[in-house]
Every structure is written in C-alpha cells, then in structure tokens.
C-alpha cells in the first residue's frame, strides 16, 4: 500500500518530475525563471540548459552541409 503512494509509481506511469535549480517546478513562470531544469523519469533523470553536473553545456552540433551536385528537384 505504501509503495503505491510514492511518487515514483507515478512515474512508471509516465509521468516526470521537474526540477528548477534543486527545487520542484510548478509552473511555467518558475521553469523559465530557472538556470537549470531537471527531468525525472522512471529510469532516470536529464538535465536540460545550462550545463550538467559534470560541467557546462556541450556546444550544439554544426548542421551539415547539402552533398555536392545534389540539384534542384523542379
């Protein structure tokens, strides 16, 4: 009965738990006053913004360029 209660089996239901700079975000307005979000799932958390616990964020991936000679499709 008491497992049932947890929070956590919320989360095998899919739901999450977010978390803006250590504290439980409830809104949007605290969510966008936060440097950092936190994500709990079931099977883990994810840090999403301003950096991971082991430091700052990776810098976004370049996008690649177009094949040489593709041509228009028209």
């Given at each position: 009965m008491?497992?049932?209660l947890?929070?956590?089996e919320t989360l095998k239901r899919g739901y999450a738990v977010v978390r803006g700079d250590g504290d439980v975000v409830t809104g949007v307005e605290a969510a966008e006053a936060a440097a950092v979000l936190e994500i709990e799932f079931s099977d883990g958390r994810v840090v999403v913004g301003g950096g991971t616990a082991?430091?700052?964020?990776?810098?976004?991936?370049k996008p690649k360029d177009p094949?040489?000679?593709?041509?228009?499709?028209?």
């Open positions: 008491r497992q049932t947890g929070y956590t082991s430091g700052p964020a990776p810098k976004p991936k094949p040489a000679g593709q041509g228009s499709l028209f």
